[in-house]
């Protein structure tokens, strides 16, 4: 199946269920943890005026933590938890995320040619939120060196 990505670049992700799949809830005091760590302070993601104003219903969780928890799920169950083996990722943001949502992460391998100088082998992934079902990482992909 093509999916239409970002800039109508298409990924084509295989049209059967995921080879793996992984689950984990976050933690209410995400944003809080992942601020100080990153740096990153946007008020969007611990005040609640602030996520109000911005037309939320809640803070949400920083998009690159979202990504770090797909990134491991992928790593864990494709490449052995070996982050070196990692050679190229892509992903589309596709809606915030709760702190506490549980995120699954579906992975199908692939036989695609990679397009990174040295990977070996692609796999696609989506993420989404169990409780909702919603969509929040789409587009994605990760090519690994052997």
């Not at 992928?74 to 589309?92: D, F, I, Q």
Request: hydrophobic share 35%.
């Amino acid at each position: 199946m093509l999916r239409e990505g970002l800039l109508g670049v298409k990924h084509p992700f295989p049209e059967r269920p995921p080879d793996y799949c992984m689950e984990q809830k976050t933690s209410f005091t995400q944003p809080a943890l992942y601020r100080l760590g990153s740096g990153d302070y946007n008020p969007l993601h611990i005040d609640n005026d602030i996520a109000a104003r911005g037309g939320l219903a809640k803070p949400i969780m920083h998009g690159l933590c979202t990504l770090g928890f797909a990134c491991r799920h992928v790593l864990s169950l494709s490449a052995g938890n070996e982050p070196t083996k990692c050679k190229a990722l892509k992903a589309r943001f596709a809606a915030p995320v709760p702190p506490g949502s549980t995120l699954v992460t579906e992975v199908w391998e692939s036989s695609d040619n990679p397009v990174s100088k040295g990977a070996s082998r692609r796999v696609y992934f989506s993420t989404r939120i169990k409780e909702s079902n919603k969509v929040v990482i789409n587009h994605a992909f990760m090519e690994f060196t052997s």
